[in-house]
């Protein structure tokens, strides 16, 4: 069975200072990954996606993401940190399946950043 | 673009009533799903439509039904409500199937049954 675990429920950096998000995967085959950012009380936003094509993806707002298939993790990363990036993060998994597209959340990352 | 909307944004059910939320997507996708996001949790899928015309179950379907209307509408419905469906409800929609499609979301319904 497929599933996401997200390491970290809360993170706390100051602002200018790197970020990392943890996230690890189990799916039988290679899968896509996703890292979706929502912000309080709006809806959710792709910021990256993984389809076997580079290991190193780079997303929107300065973020990227590296797909490491030995060990299964698909970290968030972001070299300086700004306000603006407080939010929920959540990182999924989309197995292959026939039929239909189906996402399988993590728990998602509650990120804070201080002045 | 409006991409993904849902009607209401907010709504206070009490326990045994009903009520329909109702998507529309203006992305010609032809798929569309229906979450529920509770805290600590992140999203579980509660029903999918991979095509117009078609609909299953995902994750949590105990106590919801849906329709898909035409292409454009998925509507969830709650028959009798229940304090357990409290939470933030998602739609979202997506192109075409198969693995490595990233969903389009709305921007949420935050329901409350008391």
């Known amino acids: 069975a497929q599933s996401v675990t997200q390491l970290d429920s809360h993170v706390s950096v100051s602002e200018g200072t790197p970020v990392l998000l943890r996230c690890n995967y189990s799916s039988s085959y290679s899968p896509s990954l996703f890292w979706y950012v929502q912000h309080p009380n709006k809806g959710l936003q792709l910021l990256l996606k993984y389809t076997s094509a580079a290991t190193l993806v780079k997303g929107i707002n300065g973020f990227e993401a590296e797909f490491k298939k030995s060990e299964t993790s698909f970290h968030l990363t972001k070299p300086s940190a700004h306000m603006s990036d407080a939010a929920e993060y959540f990182c999924v998994v989309s197995p292959i399946s026939g039929g239909y597209n189906k996402l399988i959340f993590g728990a998602g990352t509650r990120l804070a950043v201080h002045p | ?114």
Request: hydrophobic share 30%; with cysteine; glycine share 10%.
């Open chain 2, 1 to 114: 673009n409006a991409g993904v909307t849902q009607t209401p944004k907010f709504q206070v059910l009490k326990t045994g009533q009903s009520m329909t939320l109702q998507c529309a997507q203006d992305m010609n996708h032809n798929s569309m799903y229906w979450y529920r996001q509770d805290p600590g949790m992140g999203l579980r899928l509660i029903y999918y439509s991979a095509s117009e015309g078609t609909t299953d179950k995902g994750e949590v379907p105990n106590g919801y039904n849906v329709s898909r209307l035409n292409k454009r509408e998925f509507s969830l419905r709650l028959e009798s409500a229940a304090p357990s469906q409290t939470s933030v409800y998602f739609c979202a929609s997506s192109g075409r199937q198969g693995s490595g499609t990233e969903a389009f979301f709305g921007q949420g319904t935050r329901l409350t049954v008391v």
